[in-house]
């Protein structure tokens, strides 16, 4: 267990099958065309509600749909009641009104919140994570996250290199790595974690990196950071996964190699080990403006996000693609278990 502030969090790294019986008051989980949505399935888990979330851009597969109905039959078996709700997977705001209208009806004072994570985009993953982390009356979270072989495919990119003297230079690179998003990204500060903005103040971007480095390195240059600061998610699943994500970033760590005040490397399952660092790094930073932004895995969000709620000081900011790509990322038959306490 790590705690720091009001918050702590402990989690588990095991077979789906594996995590042990648990009961909720209310379960959030998500349809989608990624066969990781229906992981939670095997979990041996109960609720007394059960809220099943759906995407308007159901892709041309047939796959949305048919896990749909996988998971509602699920529902049905393991919970007193199911409601559904349809979002769109790129209209965050519309999606603020959806969770305060359900939290409202679907919880009491005291209840035990479980979210399936997996293919939650992490821009409404975070919506939902900070009402639940501002309410006053949710003192207990789970958060479920199953593992996924993410398909590698060859990605050409555009890269800008920085010389010594200065000069800027166009090239393209192609390499085996991850194409999850289409179009250029922008971002979102995350509602009720969007902390105390000193625009006057030099700007210290601290990002959790991927597997899209040219594209980080694009929305990075638009904040114009004076200091730059970088999580990488290593060790990742396998040493290929941790050379990809070493590799895809260079082309941040080069532009920027002048701000960087730090490099770090951070589990890219360990929601707590990112909790941790950023609480004992940041605290009491009032010299800069800063922000945590999210390029990478849904895990180090949640550790970010934990970690903005404790401290007050730093802005959450996540990346939102033009579009999503429909791909099928298998599972590997493991999964996290991050259980989320307020301490009174």
Known sequence: ??????????????????????????????????????????????????????????????????????????????????????????????????????????????????????????????????????????????????????????????????????????????????????GAWSTMTIPYLDGLSSPERPRHMLVSLGGEGVKTQALLEQYEPEVVSLIYPVPGISERYDQIARYENSVVGARFKERIASSVDCPYGSAGEVFRYCCDSYINNDSEDVYFLCCGSKPHAIGLALAVRVLNGPTLVVRVPTSYMERNNPPTGASYLYSIRKIP
């Open 1 to 182: 267990m790590i705690s720091r502030g009001d918050l702590s969090i402990t989690e588990r790294f095991s077979a789906t099958k594996e995590h042990p019986e648990d009961a909720f008051d209310l379960a959030v989980v998500v349809a989608s065309w990624d066969s990781r949505c229906l992981e939670v399935t095997k979990l041996p888990i109960t609720a007394k509600r059960v809220l099943l979330v759906d995407f308007k851009n159901k892709g041309e597969t047939g796959r949305s749909n048919k896990h749909k109905n996988h998971l509602s039959s699920w529902a049905e078996s393991i919970a007193e009641y199911v409601s559904e709700c349809e979002i769109d997977s790129l209209a965050v705001a519309d999606s603020v009104r959806v969770w305060k209208n359900t939290l409202s009806k679907e919880t009491r004072p005291g209840d035990r919140i479980f979210v399936d994570v997996s293919s939650f985009p992490k821009s409404h993953m975070l919506t939902l994570f900070g009402i639940l982390l501002r309410a006053t009356i949710i003192k207990d979270i789970s958060l479920f996250y199953a593992e996924a072989d993410y398909v590698l495919e060859p990605v050409s990119s555009p890269v800008v290199t920085v010389s010594d003297d200065g000069t800027l230079t166009l090239a393209s690179r192609t390499a085996s790595g991850f194409s999850l998003t289409s």
